[in-house]
C-alpha cells in the first residue's frame, strides 16, 4: 500500500498550488481520502477530506473558499487546489487514508500506519 503526494513548492503569497496524491494498493473508491499539514513547531491540521463514497467534502476554516479537494478514482488520486495561498498555509502537507471519511475528518486518525504518505512541502513567501 503507497500514498505519494506531489506538486509541492515555493509561491508567493497570492499564488495557486495544486497537490496531488497518488493511492495504490488498496481499492482506492473504498476509502477516504484526507490531507493534513504539519508547520514547525506546530501540531498536525486536518485541512481536508473527501469521502470514500459520495464525494462529501470537509474543509478547515482557515481554508474554506480557497481550497478545493476533488477525487479521480480513474486515476487513484485526490487532488488539493490551493489558491489565494497566504504565508500561514507554509507546512509539509500529508494525505491519509481510511474507509471512513467521519473518523479521518472528526478523529483525525486513519486506522492503518501504513496509508499515510511521506509528504510534500509548501511555501508561500510574503
Known amino acids: 500500500v503507497q500514498l505519494v503526494e506531489s506538486g509541492g513548492g515555493l509561491v508567493q503569497a497570492g499564488g495557486s498550488l495544486r497537490l496531488s496524491c497518488a493511492a495504490s494498493?488498496?481499492?482506492?473508491?473504498?476509502?477516504?481520502i484526507g490531507w493534513f499539514r504539519q508547520a514547525p513547531g506546530k501540531e498536525r491540521e486536518g485541512v481536508s477530506c473527501?469521502?470514500?463514497?459520495?464525494?462529501?467534502?470537509y474543509y478547515a476554516d482557515s481554508v474554506k473558499g480557497r481550497f478545493t479537494i476533488s477525487r479521480d478514482n480513474a486515476k487513484n488520486t485526490v487532488y488539493l487546489q490551493m489558491n489565494n495561498l497566504k504565508p500561514e498555509d507554509t507546512a509539509i502537507y500529508y494525505c491519509?487514508?481510511?474507509?471512513?471519511?467521519?473518523?479521518?475528518?472528526?478523529?483525525?486518525?486513519?486506522?492503518?500506519?501504513?496509508?499515510w504518505g511521506q509528504g510534500t512541502q509548501v511555501t508561500v513567501s510574503s
Open positions: 473527501i469521502s470514500e463514497n459520495d464525494g462529501v467534502t
Open positions: 491519509a487514508a481510511d474507509r471512513s471519511a467521519e473518523r479521518i475528518w472528526f478523529l483525525q486518525v486513519v486506522l492503518d500506519d501504513d496509508l
Open positions: 494498493g488498496f481499492p482506492f473508491e473504498d476509502y477516504a
